[in-house]
């Protein structure tokens, strides 16, 4: 039944055949026999079938020989050989209730299709039916025109069976692109082999002036149908066989081809349309796929054509066509991190051996350890590592050539964030961007000065993240500059931005690093569901595309949500697996945030002096687990842990040291956490002093820390006895912990509001991350069909997500969810 998935449609149309003939057409492999199959196997009747085939197609009454023969007496039915002799005497003989069913009836011998159309235009009134079903092409074309048969063409399936269709199993970027070439066709979702088979057949019986059109439409990327025309040199009738055929449609001036075909000529192909194209990318294009032969000049310009189009093939080529062997090498190493970014892991492990080592630099050698090793799975990162590929960008600028500075250092720029730098290592960075001559507001310049040097070029950065927001920027390591500067509101977008384009693009080893960038921007947030929804998912991919370092990091980012909700066992065993997992590698920038984690767990837990030992490791420059900057988002959860246990005395010496760095940072994350941190040292000597609007320009930005606030101005009205005035803050804080998935804090916002002699409800119907996602999306707007391409799921899996948010946000309709959203309080 697999097979008809998505055909409901069909079904219901071939339920009532009583004196009919339908005429079922379409491509090999959309699903005519299948359909045919079904309809035989559950009408109830008795059904005769056959079944063309091309080596019986020039013998008369062959088919219908076969048809008929346990039927009826076949010799006496067809010793006329007249076919409208045949056709009354087979009316005649037919018992009531008989279906007849002829599939690839194109290949028919002509007597027997005369016969069985003759014998479908008469069968109005009589309790006997007629389906055929024939593949696109001349031939079912010239048969049907003036038949009088009803024809019933059949289409792709939807991109929701499609998914649900598709051969399960298979990688993600495999499976996106069996969608994409599939097309919606059955018999391609299963077994694309079979499909392009079937294809190549159909292709070879052409004419071969439709063919060499064909072949020349694959390889251009306009559908300009004149062009095509002038590239050949032959005319638009040439095309109707092919059109015919369904392997093209022409609307106006642009021919597409209905699915990807082999080309046999390739070379020419590319050469014809490289004649005739004004374009001077596209004619390099078309040139560089035409030569036979090493040409550095057409290699040279080829290169060009790469980092505009930034795909592996056309690294690939300009490969090919180069006689250096550095050059080449070079252009190999592009093509595969390009093809790694794509998630294309067989195009790596294709074009890695071709690769010459030897011939590359120290830099480009290192580079092409980490791309075959999953960006730094089992490599060591150290601060020389790092030098070498600041060399080797700056020889690259004095050579005059800003980007490939900037792609030499573009695979390893995330680790000046993740790796303890030393002074060597940050005056290279410096001495860098000054040659550069580009100043904070240059996207590549703020991500170098972000992650390097933040305490020193923080506040220009800051200042240049509006503009950078403003212009969509898809680049996930643009987010992580933002994080390394404080920034949460425009990390948020920029992260958002680049998963959006990433999905879109299908550019699936990029789309885990995304998310991984995404969960973080939760982790600091400190909002469990964005941590869940994008870290789960990272993790997924991390494993198909081949990226350990990522899947730790990912990882790590869920023992975070486990920490958030209490979960304090599972948090930490996370955090130790990190460890044991980063340090033979040398990344012990990392430790920072397995610290981070730690320290939350245990915050949660109510253990602040354990959590405040955790913490306060971040801030400790001789210890492994400093950081400069993650520290920063650290400062509110270590006057909370301090408080907590005790240790405030200890926090107020940090304190002097934390307010000039403020002054010169400029670091959003280091004001929010500093304004928290005041507010609750006041709010421990006395409720009086404290005054909440005082807070309200800066925390609403920071939703967990203004929750944190709310909860402790609650909390000390509370042991003021002033229960009524605690109230509206306690709520307003469980209703926000909630919202994030931050259930510890939640659960401990609640328990002060009974304290206060209120009754609270808890119910265990809160949506989990997933469907808070969805529910999001879908009060958007967005169809079941537009949310599962963003979060891969099926339309199917969405809608049963949906079948339950409604009666947990209880409303019974998507128009509410909106609304919904805004107001449920599903805490208190």
């Given at each position: 039944m697999s097979d008809l998935i998505g055909r409901d449609g069909e079904l219901e149309q071939l339920t009532a055949l009583t004196g009919q003939a339908v005429v079922l057409t379409g491509p090999p492999g959309i699903g005519k026999s299948a359909l045919l199959d079904h309809v035989a196997r559950t009408t109830g009747w008795r059904v005769l079938t056959v079944t063309g085939v091309p080596a019986e197609s020039q013998v008369s009454f062959a088919g219908l020989e076969r048809l008929l023969r346990t039927a009826m007496p076949v010799d006496?039915?067809?010793?006329?050989?007249?076919?409208?002799?045949?056709?009354?005497?087979?009316?005649?003989?037919?018992?009531?209730?008989?279906?007849?069913?002829?599939?690839?009836?194109?290949?028919?011998?002509?007597?027997?299709?005369?016969?069985?159309?003759?014998?479908?235009?008469?069968?109005?009134?009589?309790?006997?039916?007629?389906?055929?079903?024939?593949?696109?092409?001349?031939?079912?074309?010239?048969?049907?025109?003036?038949?009088?048969?009803?024809?019933?063409?059949?289409?792709?399936?939807?991109?929701?069976?499609?998914?649900?269709?598709?051969?399960?199993?298979?990688?993600?970027?495999?499976?996106?692109?069996?969608?994409?070439?599939?097309?919606?066709?059955?018999?391609?979702?299963?077994?694309?082999?079979?499909?392009?088979?079937?294809?190549?057949?159909?292709?070879?019986?052409l004419p071969p002036p439709a063919r060499r059109l064909l072949e020349v439409a694959a390889v251009d990327d306009r559908n300009d149908v004149d062009e095509i025309l002038r590239a050949t040199g032959l005319a638009a009738d040439d095309l109707q066989p092919a059109l015919d055929a369904r392997l093209a449609t022409l609307e106006g001036h642009t021919l597409r081809l209905t699915r990807p075909l082999e080309v046999a000529d390739r070379r020419g192909a590319h050469a014809a349309l490289a004649a005739v194209v004004d374009d001077p990318e596209r004619r390099t294009w078309h040139l560089a796929f035409a030569a036979t032969g090493p040409d550095d000049d057409l290699a040279a310009a080829m290169q060009r054509v790469a980092r505009v189009r930034g795909t592996a093939v056309a690294w690939e080529r300009a490969a090919e066509l180069t006689t250096d062997p550095g050059r080449r090498a070079y252009r190999y190493l592009r093509a595969v991190n390009t093809a790694f970014d794509a998630g294309e892991t067989r195009t790596v492990r294709r074009l890695s051996?071709?690769?010459?080592?030897?011939?590359?630099?120290?830099?480009?050698?290192?580079?092409?350890?980490?791309?075959?090793?999953?960006?730094?799975?089992?490599?060591?990162?150290?601060?020389?590592?790092?030098?070498?590929?600041?060399?080797?960008?700056?020889?690259?600028?004095?050579?005059?050539?800003?980007?490939?500075?900037?792609?030499?250092?573009?695979?390893?720029?995330?680790?000046?964030?993740?790796?303890?730098?030393?002074?060597?290592?940050?005056?290279?960075?410096?001495?860098?961007?000054?040659?550069?001559?580009?100043?904070?507001?240059?996207?590549?310049?703020?991500?170098?000065?972000a992650l390097a040097v933040?305490?020193?070029?923080?506040?220009?950065?800051?200042?240049a993240l509006p503009e950078f927001v403003a212009a969509p920027r898809p680049d996930y390591q643009l987010a992580w500059a933002a994080l390394a500067v404080g920034a949460l509101g425009p990390a948020k977008t920029l992260a958002a931005d680049a998963v959006t384009a990433s999905r879109s693009q299908r550019r699936i080893g990029l789309l885990t690093q995304t998310l991984v960038t995404e969960a973080w921007v939760g982790v600091f947030a400190k909002d469990a569901h964005l941590i869940e929804g994008a870290a789960g998912q990272a993790l997924r991919l991390a494993a198909e595309t081949g990226q350990p370092r990522w899947a730790i990091v990912a990882r790590l980012a869920q023992g975070m949500t486990a920490a958030l909700r209490g979960e304090q066992a599972l948090a930490?065993?996370?955090?130790?697996?990190?460890?044991?997992?980063?340090?033979?590698?040398?990344?012990?920038?990392?430790?920072?945030?397995?610290?981070?984690?730690?320290?939350?767990?245990?915050?949660?837990?109510?253990?602040?002096?354990?959590?405040?030992?955790?913490?306060?490791?971040?801030?400790?420059?001789?210890?492994?687990?400093?950081?400069?900057?993650?520290?920063?988002?650290?400062?509110?959860?270590?006057?909370?842990?301090?408080?907590?246990?005790?240790?405030?005395?200890?926090?107020?010496?940090?304190?002097?040291?934390?307010?000039?760095?403020?002054?010169?940072?400029?670091?959003?994350?280091?004001?929010?956490?500093?304004v928290y941190a005041r507010a609750l040292l006041r709010l421990q000597r006395s409720a009086d002093d404290y005054a909440p609007g005082d807070i309200a320009a800066v925390l609403p930005a920071h939703p967990f820390d203004k929750a944190r606030a709310d909860h402790a101005y609650g909390a000390a009205l509370r042991r003021d006895r002033q229960y009524v005035r605690a109230?509206?803050?306690?709520?307003?804080?469980?209703?926000?912990?909630?919202?994030?998935?931050?259930?510890?804090?939640?659960d401990r916002s609640r328990q002060e509001l009974r304290a206060t002699g209120e009754t609270v409800r808890r119910t265990d119907d809160r949506l989990t991350a997933q469907e808070a996602q969805i529910a999001a999306l879908a009060a958007q707007g967005l169809t079941n069909k537009e949310i599962g391409g963003r979060l891969f799921l099926s339309p199917r899996t969405v809608s049963t997500h949906l079948y339950r948010i409604f009666p947990k946000l209880g409303i019974t309709s998507r128009s509410e969810l909106g609304t919904a959203l805004e107001t449920n309080d599903q805490g208190v």
């Open positions: 006496d039915v067809l010793a006329g050989r007249d076919p409208y002799r045949v056709s009354l005497a087979v009316l005649d003989r037919l018992g009531a209730g008989t279906l007849l069913v002829a599939d690839d009836a194109q290949w028919l011998d002509e007597q027997s299709w005369q016969v069985l159309a003759y014998v479908g235009r008469r069968l109005a009134g009589a309790e006997l039916a007629l389906l055929m079903g024939m593949r696109d092409g001349a031939e079912t074309a010239r048969r049907l025109r003036g038949s009088g048969l009803r024809e019933m063409p059949i289409g792709p399936v939807t991109p929701e069976a499609a998914a649900l269709i598709v051969a399960p199993g298979r990688p993600e970027a495999e499976r996106a692109r069996v969608l994409a070439e599939a097309a919606g066709n059955p018999l391609g979702l299963r077994e694309p082999a079979r499909l392009a088979e079937a294809y190549r057949v159909i292709l070879a019986d051996p071709l690769i010459d080592d030897r011939v590359l630099s120290r830099p480009e050698r290192l580079w092409l350890n980490w791309a075959n090793a999953g960006v730094g799975g089992d490599i060591e990162v150290t601060n020389i590592r790092l030098l070498t590929h600041l060399e080797a960008a700056e020889r690259s600028l004095a050579e005059g050539d800003l980007d490939d500075a900037f792609d030499v250092l573009n695979g390893v720029v995330l680790q000046l964030y993740l790796t303890p730098l030393t002074a060597e290592v940050r005056a290279a960075v410096v001495e860098f961007v000054q040659r550069t001559g580009l100043g904070a507001d240059h996207p590549r310049i703020a991500t170098l000065l933040p305490l020193e070029y923080g506040k220009q950065v800051v200042a930490e065993q996370i955090a130790d697996g990190a460890v044991r997992a980063l340090l033979p590698s040398g990344a012990h920038g990392m430790i920072c945030l397995c610290q981070f984690v730690r320290g939350h767990a245990a915050l949660a837990a109510g253990n602040g002096a354990a959590a405040f030992d955790h913490l306060l490791r971040l801030f400790d420059t001789g210890d492994i687990a400093y950081h400069p900057t993650v520290r920063f988002w650290a400062v509110g959860s270590l006057a909370e842990a301090a408080v907590m246990g005790g240790r405030t005395a200890r926090f107020e010496d940090l304190l002097p040291k934390l307010e000039a760095e403020e002054a010169a940072t400029g670091s959003p994350a280091l004001t929010r956490g500093l109230r509206p803050y306690l709520r307003a804080a469980a209703s926000l912990f909630e919202a994030l998935g931050t259930t510890a804090w939640a």
